[in-house]
């Protein structure tokens, strides 16, 4: 099966600017999640939808990033405007339901940097 | 809530030794634990788990951990390293009857020498 696919994978934008990131999760899997690791840190929960659902968004850390997941199938993030501790890289996950809860799939990343 | 320490930001080792990777978590109950690898431009893949059982878990690619309890620890180890598993590493902790968020450890990166 094909995995978990985010793009971009590099993107670079100025202190102020708009960017959406974008999540395809692998297919079937209800379950996905955004993640980010600001450099040298943890890597932190930002939000869980199940299907287009937001699950629970307790690591949002404020009201400039908006997370959507249209249909249940792919999510976006977007972050407006993009403040200069907004760089990290961001990291889309998905997984299937019951116990597989726990077994998540991850993508590459997107690596945001803000200038 | 849960914690996981890496004291390791850095490990070098030379290709066929033996490696160990330290984990330390902080959690109440009985908790799920995971090591997770990410390789250069790939995502992170997750190398084994532990929810219950054995405390000597494998997993792919020839690694293992083991759960110690007394010591809040779940240590990953592989007998001898390959190039190809020069990476950086996460440990993981889940809340079992819980959140199934995952809380991470800071990340060990893992230098191979020839």
């Known amino acids: 099966e094909a995995g978990v696919t985010q793009f971009p994978s590099h993107s670079v934008i100025e202190k102020g600017q708009t960017v959406t990131l974008r999540c395809d999760p692998i297919s079937g899997h209800d379950n996905l999640y955004w993640y980010r690791r600001v450099m040298g840190k943890e890597i932190k929960f930002l939000l869980h939808?199940?299907?287009?659902?937001?699950?629970?968004e307790s690591g949002m850390p404020n009201n400039r990033f908006l997370a959507e997941r249209t249909g249940g199938t792919y999510s976006t993030l977007k972050v407006q405007p993009a403040e200069l501790e907004d760089s990290g890289v961001y990291f889309c996950?998905?997984?299937?339901?019951?116990?597989?809860?726990?077994?998540?799939?991850f993508g590459p990343g997107t690596r945001l940097t803000v200038t | 809530a849960q914690s996981v320490t890496q004291p390791d930001i850095h490990i070098t080792v030379s290709e066929g030794a033996s490696l160990e990777l330290r984990c330390n978590y902080s959690?109440?109950?009985?908790?799920?634990l995971f090591w997770y690898v990410q390789s250069p431009g790939q995502g992170l893949q997750l190398l084994l788990k532990y929810f219950s059982g054995d405390t000597l878990v494998q997993g792919i690619k020839g690694f293992e951990a083991e759960f110690k309890r007394s010591q809040s620890s779940f240590n990953l180890r592989k007998p001898s390293v390959h190039w190809s598993d020069a990476a950086e590493y996460f440990c993981?902790?889940?809340?079992?009857?819980?959140?199934?968020?995952?809380?991470f450890g800071r990340g060990t990166s893992l230098i191979v020498h020839p």
């Open positions: 996950a998905s997984s299937r339901t019951g116990l597989d809860l726990y077994e998540q799939y």
């Open positions: 993981a902790v889940g809340a079992s009857g819980g959140s199934y968020i995952p809380t």
């Open positions: 939808f199940v299907k287009e659902s937001k699950q629970d």
């Open positions: 959690y109440g109950a009985t908790p799920y």
